[in-house]
């Protein structure tokens, strides 16, 4: 059953003021239900919902995210070697995220990946999670419990792109997964991710990667947050 959330709840959840998630509501700008005179929040709803907002959201808001836990370990840390995988093959979105669950499968982080691929491609049936510039972050709609015992994020390139459903009609290159333990630690991560993302000249770097340790340099260099 989908987890519902009232406003006060939502509003803690996402780091708002009542105000204005109420004020986002009224004008629709935010997944909402009015029943009688009080708006309800679909947990699932708002997390698509903040996902996409990465993509066009000021540097400022991601700022404030991230504050909310100053100790959140940064993303260099969380992109272990084993899993990254510099060069996927697949032509199609089912295909990647088929690879994509292959990497942790390989490290030896679990010994099914369909749980994980399964929730992947039911959080992409939904909503892609194709975001402009050849970036994509699928995930799991919820942090599946017991799967990963700490914060991880994948990454995988594909050279010649994907087309994974971004907006702009842009192929996918740049494959980050976020491998979450809770739903706040995911949102912080997506939040980080955001910012990087934005750094000047990065997609040049990330498609001119030549080994693992390149993209470890490049997010160490990045990571001023």
């Not at 991560?189 to 934005?198: N, R, S």
Request: glycine residues 4%; neutral net charge; contains cysteine.
């Amino acid at each position: 059953m989908e987890k519902i959330l009232t406003l006060k709840e939502i509003a803690q959840y996402i780091k708002l003021n009542e105000r204005t998630v109420l004020k986002l509501a009224n004008n629709n700008e935010i997944p909402a239900k009015k029943i009688g005179n009080q708006w309800r929040f679909v947990l699932s709803k708002v997390n698509f919902w903040l996902s996409h907002q990465i993509d066009n959201v000021d540097t400022s808001d991601l700022n404030g995210l991230i504050a909310t836990n100053p100790n959140i370990i940064p993303v260099s840390r969380l992109i272990h070697p084993q899993l990254i995988n510099l060069d996927l093959k697949s032509k199609d979105k089912e295909a990647i995220l088929d690879e994509l669950s292959d990497i942790p499968l390989n490290a030896g982080i679990f010994e099914d990946k369909d749980p994980f691929l399964s929730a992947m491609l039911d959080r992409e049936s939904m909503m892609s999670t194709a975001l402009s510039n050849g970036f994509a972050i699928p995930h799991p709609r919820y942090p599946i419990k017991g799967l990963f015992h700490e914060p991880r994020v994948i990454f995988g390139l594909s050279r010649d792109g994907v087309d994974f459903g971004a907006i702009d009609g842009s192929k996918s290159h740049f494959f980050f997964v976020s491998c979450a333990t809770s739903e706040a630690n995911h949102l912080r991560i997506l939040a980080k991710l955001g910012k990087f993302f934005k750094t000047d000249g990065i997609k040049d770097k990330l498609m001119s990667l030549n080994n693992k340790d390149d993209l470890s340099r490049i997010l160490l260099e990045c990571e001023t947050f």
